[in-house]
């Protein structure tokens, strides 16, 4: 419920503060006065857009406060919670304009964007109008209010569920035949690709180690022959023979000459003795040289043709050699999947049938449920036209098959036909102005049963209409209020007698600026309102009483 509106420098009006009360509050006043400014910045701070040049000529600034009741339950406080902002019973939004065009907004002090104002005027604040294009006119949104309606939130979120789950299931078939297509294309390429790399069967590391054997082979037949050299120059017939000669030699000589000689040969055959022991250990690590030296002259053919084979490969595919085993099982991969993709595809299959039938179950349910539902409602609207003076008018909800999506498969929209034997049409095609307020009229106070925390604008809902119909139309709008709170801005007596509460719009010229504001009426200041109402800016005797008859009825 909208508690209070302050208003500060904002069109016409320089400072109103409004304090609004459950029940039916109507609004009145001469044309001009100024009654669509209150909209104007109620719509300002909800966010709606709307006109630009806001603020009063001369101020520096325009705001518009507004504060509502949140009962428990109310859809405004989901919003809150998303947004990370704290409510208990109370809303407060505040928004401001510069006369340059720069807003900004607060909820709850803090700072906001337009887009969660509108949102969380959903829950607040419905206005309607004769020309209303927000709400009942719109065949767009005649699905949402039916289903409204009818109570189908579980059912809709089933569908929802069920439609998100189809939707993941097709997309995930397409991806799949998408995929199962690209490999089809290069299937040639990939069996030949997978057979050349299976046949060489590559290993990591492979390339250096054959690298290496191709230089060693490459560099044996060049060395062998010095090694060969060396290991004679070291054998018996080279310098180990000279050696065992010397020491055979030396060894003789200081047997037959001891005492001439008094040692001095030891040292040297000791020496020899260690020579010729170093000798042999050289000989046999040059003769095992040797040995590694002798191979067999086709290796360095394979090892060469393999190193070729390898390397060509990964220039084929434009990897480095090390990954060519990698890249054999990416491709086994591919050509796995595209073996398996008919398994693959016939599982994605039957997952999108049985997605698709649960939706079309889910949808079925709540067809059903909106074809009763528009049968209750159809006839709720019979009950309510009559006493609008509109008995002989048929109103008829149309359900339709439509594309299956998240909200089912069902086109719904609301149709009317002023007189018996007419062509039935939509709403703003076939009834007049005043039978258009009427059966709007008539739809809210029908679907709006059980609405809690909401606030109901008609914005001049009973044009076109007057006697005992403006006196139905005042008294269906009495008993929506019932429900939730209803500000009315009307120019028919009949409606304004019937509110509970009764502000009257005033446009004042103070020095030479011409200023708008709005005054709450005391009983007698009714009468004389309505009495304007009735007989124009001449309020005789006779209006007063006819005025006095209205608010008593």
Do not use: Y
């Not at 509050?25 to 630009?52: H, Q, Y």
């Not at 004769?130 to 189908?152: E, I, V, Y």
């Not at 060396?230 to 080279?238: C, E």
């Not at 001439?260 to 020899?272: F, K």
Request: proline letters at 3%.
């Amino acid at each position: 419920m909208l508690r209070s509106l302050m208003i500060r420098d904002m069109l016409l009006i320089d400072r109103l503060d409004l304090t609004f009360q459950p029940g039916l509050n109507v609004l009145t006043g001469e044309t001009g006065a100024g009654k669509s400014i209150l909209l104007d910045c109620l719509g300002f701070v909800l966010g709606w857009r709307g006109r630009a040049d806001l603020v009063r000529q001369g101020a520096s600034l325009g705001e518009v406060v507004a504060e509502f009741d949140l009962p428990p339950g109310h859809p405004a406080h989901e919003v809150l919670a998303e947004a990370g902002i704290a409510a208990e019973d109370g809303l407060i939004l505040r928004r401001t304009v510069t006369p340059e065009g720069r807003r900004q907004a607060w909820v709850n002090d803090r700072r906001a964007g337009a887009e969660l104002l509108r949102s969380l005027s959903d829950g607040l604040v419905e206005l309607h109008g004769q020309h209303d294009d927000r709400g009942l006119l719109d065949p767009r949104g005649h699905r949402q209010l039916l289903d409204q309606f009818a109570g189908s939130a579980d059912l809709l979120a089933r569908v929802r569920a069920a439609w998100s789950t189809l939707s993941q299931a097709r997309k995930a078939r397409a991806e799949a035949e998408s995929r199962v297509a690209a490999l089809r294309a290069e299937e040639e390429f990939l069996r030949h690709a997978v057979a050349e790399l299976d046949k060489l069967n590559p290993e990591p590391g492979e390339d250096a180690l054959l690298d290496i054997r191709r230089r060693t082979l490459q560099a044996a037949a060049k060395v062998r022959e010095d090694v060969a050299r060396a290991v004679q120059a070291l054998s018996i017939q080279g310098a180990e023979g000279a050696v065992r000669d010397a020491q055979r030699w030396l060894e003789g000589a200081a047997e037959r000459a001891a005492e001439a000689l008094e040692g001095r040969l030891d040292a040297p055959l000791d020496s020899l003795s260690r020579a010729t022991i170093e000798l042999a250990e050289a000989q046999a690590g040059v003769e095992r040289a040797l040995e590694a030296l002798d191979m067999d002259p086709a290796e360095l053919e394979r090892v060469e043709e393999r190193l070729f084979a390898i390397r060509a490969l990964a220039r084929k595919h434009s990897v480095a050699a090390d990954d060519l085993g990698d890249l054999a099982n990416l491709l086994r991969g591919r050509l796995a999947a595209l073996d398996g993709s008919a398994r693959d595809m016939a599982a994605l299959e039957a997952a999108e049938a049985q997605a698709g039938a649960a939706h079309r179950d889910a949808c079925k349910a709540l067809s059903d449920l909106r074809i009763g539902a528009a049968t209750r409602l159809d006839a709720a609207m019979a009950g309510e036209l009559a006493p609008l003076k509109m008995e002989r008018a048929v109103f008829r909800t149309v359900i339709t098959p439509d594309t299956p999506g998240a909200e089912g498969a069902d086109a719904v929209a609301f149709t009317v036909a002023t007189n018996p034997g007419a062509p039935s049409g939509p709403l703003n095609r076939i009834a007049s102005g005043g039978e258009l307020s009427r059966f709007l009229l008539a739809l809210k106070v029908c679907l709006t049963q059980g609405a809690t925390g909401l606030t109901l604008i008609f914005d001049e809902i009973d044009r076109g209409v007057g006697g005992a119909t403006a006196d139905a139309v005042g008294r269906r709008l009495r008993r929506l209020a019932d429900e939730a709170q209803v500000l009315v801005v009307t120019h028919s007596p009949q409606v304004a007698a019937l509110g509970a509460h009764h502000w009257r719009v005033e446009k004042r010229v103070q020095g030479e600026m011409t200023l708008s504001t709005v005054v709450a009426l005391s009983v007698l200041e009714r009468v004389d309102e309505v009495a304007r109402m009735i007989s124009g800016d001449h309020i005789s005797d006779a209006a007063r009483e006819a005025a006095r008859a209205l608010l008593q009825a």
